[in-house]
C-alpha cells in the first residue's frame, strides 16, 4: 500500500512545508484549476509521506500524522475531479498518473 513515488518528491517536499506555495511546481500548473492544483499539492504530499520508512517510534507517529493529514478524502476528492473536469484535457492529463485508492 505505502510506495515512493519519486516523479513528484519536489512538489511534495513543497506541499509539506506547512501551507507555503510551493515555487519548484511545474508552471503548467498555474493553468490549472484551483481545485485541482490544491489536490496536486496534498496527494502528492500524501505520496511522499506514503514512501518513507519508519526508522523509529516518533518516526513512525509523524508520518501516521502526515499521511492522515494528506491522504485522509483525496481517494474521493480525486474521483470527483475526474468527473467534474472529465471535458478537460490538461486536467484530466495531470490528474492521469494518481492511484485511485491510496487510502
Not at 53 to 78: I, S, Y
Amino acid at each position: 500500500m505505502f510506495r515512493r513515488c519519486p516523479g513528484r518528491l519536489a512538489a511534495a517536499l513543497c506541499a509539506a512545508a506547512v501551507g507555503v506555495a510551493c515555487s519548484a511546481a511545474p508552471a503548467a500548473n498555474a493553468t490549472l484549476p484551483a481545485d485541482v492544483r490544491a489536490f496536486k499539492l496534498k496527494r502528492d504530499a500524501c505520496d511522499h509521506f506514503r514512501g518513507e520508512e519508519p526508522t523509529d517510534e516518533a518516526r513512525a507517529k509523524f508520518l501516521t500524522d502526515a499521511m492522515r493529514k494528506n491522504c485522509t478524502g483525496t481517494d474521493n476528492a480525486l474521483k470527483a475531479l475526474r468527473r467534474r473536469y472529465a471535458g478537460n484535457a490538461a486536467v484530466s492529463a495531470a490528474l492521469q498518473d494518481y492511484e485511485d485508492q491510496v487510502e
